[in-house]
């Protein structure tokens, strides 16, 4: 037995009372008309992030490269990438040095702009210690909401990929103290830029 399920075992056998979990079928996720015009709005409002939409035959390179034109290190492991740095060969203090990290997206949620990246290279430190984060998504991977999003990441046949490790990602990351002085990249990427595919 693990030291978690020790833990909970522990947490169980001296549980006095136990109540029922509520209905939750009363809940309506939200759905929209257009998902994809509403994954777009909340990208570049709510989000904070940036948007570029490629078109057929924009090379994705040419856009990283456009959109960070002093990035001195680039990291990726998308073959489409001209990179300086790959996260299945880098060590992670290799990668504290990276200006752009670039990630594929598989499921963008239209309700808050969340991205669900799953960890599909060997160091997954590329999508917290890149100083500018582009996340690569196809437009058919984008759902109305996160009860959604979870039923297809469920349903995906290698669900967690080999690293079983994912994480959803929404904009750069930021932080406020009680005073309001807002604070970009504190625990992650300082910005982050959404290439949508068709």
């Known amino acids: 037995m693990s030291t978690k ?12 009372e136990t109540y029922d979990m509520p209905d939750l ?5 939200i759905v929209y008309a257009d998902p994809v015009a509403e994954f777009k709005h909340k990208t570049n409002t709510t ?6 939409e490629m078109k057929s035959g924009d ?23 001209t990179a300086q740095l790959n996260p299945d060969s880098a060590t992670v203090e290799e990668l504290e040095r990276v200006d752009v990290g670039v990630v594929r997206g ?15 290279m060997k160091e997954r430190a590329i999508c917290f210690a890149s100083q500018q984060l582009v996340i690569v998504l196809r ?10 999003a979870y039923e297809r ?16 990602i929404s904009g750069p990351s930021k932080t406020a103290d009680i005073e309001g002085a807002l604070v970009y990249g ?6 982050v830029t959404v290439v949508l595919q068709p």
């Open 186 to 191: 504190a625990q992650a990427a300082r910005g």
């Open 59 to 81: 090379n994705l390179s040419d856009i990283v490269r456009q959109a960070y034109p002093e990035a001195k290190v680039i990291a990726s492991n998308l073959p489409e990438v």
């Open 153 to 168: 990441i469920a349903a995906s046949e290698d669900y967690f990929h080999q690293y079983k490790f994912g994480t959803f």
């Open 47 to 52: 989000a904070g992030a940036r948007l570029v």
């Open 106 to 120: 598989e499921i963008g949620v239209a309700e808050n702009a969340c991205i669900w990246i799953p960890q599909t």
């Open 5 to 16: 399920e020790e833990i909970l075992e522990r947490l169980r056998q001296n549980t006095r």
């Open 25 to 29: 079928s009363v809940l309506q996720p």
């Open 139 to 148: 437009a058919d991977g984008i759902v109305n909401n996160m009860h959604e």
